[in-house]
Nanobody, 128 residues
Framework: QVQLVESGGGLVHPGGSLRLSCAAS????????IGWFRQAPGKEREGVSC???????????YYADSVKGRFTISRDEAKDTVYLQMSSLKPEDTAVYYC??????????????????GGQGTQVTVSL
């Protein structure tokens, strides 16, 4: 069974940090472009970041303007895991965060809306 699993969410104060993890079962995550998305209550799902698969010759990573300079996406090939390091968190970052495949090898131009198959999400709450 093909499945993505997110972990690492929690409650954090404004200005704090969290690291989310995305792991897969049933397929090798390393070969896919992976996106992080989030959805806050009453809001549309938002593409947060995207990283190419390991077979892509392009190391470009992508971020939504709302998180540039604060979030960092990365992957550990040996662990077949993608991470989202979130720093300087703000209350408006509160949402359920999801990882999803967005492309076979590289992040497409429309990565932020190209959710193919994702996990169940992990809750991130930024509050005093």
């Amino acid at each position: 069974q093909v499945q993505l699993v997110e972990s690492g969410g929690g409650l954090v104060h404004p200005g704090g940090s969290l690291r989310l993890s995305c792991a897969a079962s049933g397929f090798t995550l390393d070969y896919y472009a992976i996106g992080w998305f989030r959805q806050a209550p009453g809001k549309e799902r938002e593409g947060v970041s995207c990283i190419n698969g390991i077979m892509s010759s392009d190391n470009t990573v992508y971020y939504a303007d709302s998180v540039k300079g604060r979030f960092t996406i990365s992957r550990d090939e040996a662990k077949d895991t993608v991470y989202l390091q979130m720093s300087s968190l703000k209350p408006e970052d509160t949402a359920v965060y999801y990882c999803a495949t967005v492309g076979r090898r590289a992040c497409p131009a429309n990565w932020s809306t190209n959710w193919i198959s994702g996990g169940q999400g992990t809750q991130v709450t930024v509050s005093l």
